[in-house]
């Protein structure tokens, strides 16, 4: 019986399928998956380990399913994706430990001129569309605004965009606005902006579910921690780590001229305002109290950036490819503080054939721990991917912070593609200092020099849907590292070493 209802409705959906398709006879529907798993071996990935502490291994695990529609006047996709750790839900599970299930992707892209389709009469535009939904948004090198893909969970935004193509220039203007709640019995539109856990500790380590609205600070000791103590958590992240955005806007244009790129971008987005907060938790004879950030303020703080890139080609087979970015940010960062900051990167990549040679240079300023200036010069990488430009033991600006002092970074590539592209490996090496000083312990200043990493990853294609990844880092890190990571001096590990294992598999289910 239960075959039989599954024939029933695999027909049923089958015959929605096709029935769309009849509707228009130059659409097209995609029907694909992905399956990635990934075995990772973590001896100080993300920042330096204390000395007498192991190794950690584990087995993550990515899964989705993509719906894609195409048609001459609407694309809509929808991805479904699962995330989560081997072995984090028991071999049985009730209905009690909830669903492990997201919407990664959910968008149309309604088309309303498009010249190089006959069924439109009209199109004043080489195209243009106005995109919906919950959806990536990818730009240039994705050093700002990225998918984030390494990351198993992904990045996306719930945004509107309208997008315009006419000779030769794209411009695209996108905005977002995020909220908690819808609002019934709510006094105003605050937002809590991070995902907080589900419980804490209070200031005398008596657990309790966390307090609505409230992102908490917490000691070194694990309990929550008044203002003024040392905490290891605070509410404003790097590149979006820790804290979601009210709003955001952004223009973004770009022309090609030959085979050279220019692109620009105007951004802005911003913070709710907080306010330092307790709250009262009693158990039995005993009185603690979480301290935190709380959201309830009216108005935001304003951050804008906005920079420019250009990407020349040269050679008849692009053997040289130059880039070079500057990206200034200023207003108010997440907490108020007055911002003036800059990014600086070139880069210069040379293809002859099968191997390919990588130099580059990234300048993040940063604060100066000397100086009395009250505006803060810590550059934000705003949305990006920073696994892929400052080293894959993702040390700065991904989930584990960035130094106060910003980030000087010479690096050098080595890569090969073996003919037909079945097999790839690639030497990476970055050099990290400081951009600005930094104190010790005793108020000196620290060597500006952070470490040197080495990173090694090999590819394999096994068949056409099917890949293999493995990868090697290790780092030689100084104690300036220490500072830069807030860990105590001489309690840390120096030689951080990460490796993983990947297979990606993404097969197509239905074209048609």
């Known amino acids: 019986m239960y075959k039989n209802v599954c024939k029933k409705y695999r ?245 090609k001229i030959n085979k050279t790129k220019i692109s620009a971008l105007f951004l802005t987005d911003q913070f709710g305002k907080y306010a330092l907060d307790s709250v009262k938790n009693t158990a039995g004879a005993d009185v603690g109290y979480v301290y935190g950030y709380r959201y309830n303020q009216p108005g935001v703080n304003l951050r804008y950036t906005t920079g420019l890139s250009l990407t020349p080609v040269l050679g008849n087979k692009s053997q040289w490819v130059f880039n070079g970015a500057y990206y200034y940010q200023g207003g108010h960062d997440r907490s108020g503080i007055d911002l003036s900051a800059y990014m600086l990167n070139v880069s210069a990549i040379y293809n002859p054939g099968k191997w390919s040679y990588t130099a580059g240079w990234d300048y993040l300023s940063g604060n100066d721990a000397f100086s009395t200036s009250t505006t803060s010069h810590r550059f934000d990488p705003l949305y990006g ?38 097999f790839s490996a690639e030497l990476a090496n970055h050099y990290f200092l400081l951009a600005n000083n930094q104190k010790d312990n005793t108020g000196a200043a620290v060597s500006k020099y952070l470490g040197t990493e080495f990173d090694v990853t090999t590819a394999y294609r096994l068949n056409k849907f099917t890949q293999a990844t493995l990868g090697i880092s290790y780092m030689a890190a100084t104690h300036s590292m220490e500072y830069a990571k807030n860990i105590a001096p001489g309690t840390a590990d120096m030689h951080p070493v990460w490796a993983y294992l990947q297979l990606n598999i993404t097969p197509e289910f239905l074209i048609k």
């Open 11 to 255: 027909f049923v959906v089958m015959g929605l399928c096709l029935g769309l398709l009849a509707g228009r006879a130059n659409a097209q529907l995609t029907f694909s998956g992905q399956l990635r798993p990934r075995a990772e071996w973590r001896d100080g990935f993300g920042t330096l380990k204390p000395k007498n502490n192991t190794a950690a291994a584990f087995i993550s695990q990515r899964t989705r399913l993509a719906l894609n529609y195409r048609s001459n006047r609407l694309i809509f996709q929808t991805t479904l994706q699962d995330v989560r750790l081997w072995g984090q839900d028991a071999s049985t599970i009730t209905v009690n430990d909830g669903s492990r299930l997201s919407l990664h992707e959910a968008w149309a892209e309604v088309i309303l001129s498009n010249k190089s389709d006959t069924s439109f009469k009209y199109s004043p535009l080489d195209y243009f569309a106005i995109k919906i939904g919950r959806q990536e948004l990818v730009y240039d090198d994705e050093r700002l605004l990225g998918n984030l893909d390494w990351l198993q969970q992904g990045r996306r935004h719930d945004a509107l965009v309208f997008k315009t193509l006419h000779r030769g220039w794209q411009a695209d203007v996108g905005v977002a606005f995020n909220q908690n709640t819808d609002a019934v019995n709510y006094n105003g539109t605050y937002y809590t902006p991070a995902n907080v856990p589900a419980t804490i500790k209070d200031s005398n380590g008596n657990l309790v579910n966390t307090p609505a609205g409230i992102i908490p600070l917490i000691s070194a000791a694990g309990n929550s921690a008044k203002n003024g103590t040392p905490a290891i958590l605070n509410a404003p992240g790097t590149n979006g780590a820790t804290q979601n955005y009210k709003a955001l806007q952004y223009l973004y244009l770009s022309k």
């Open 385 to 422: 991917t920073p696994h892929k430009f400052w080293g894959l033991m993702d040390y700065f600006y991904a989930g584990s912070g960035s130094p106060a002092g910003g980030l000087n970074n010479p690096f050098g590539k080595i890569k090969y593609v073996s003919s037909g592209k079945k």
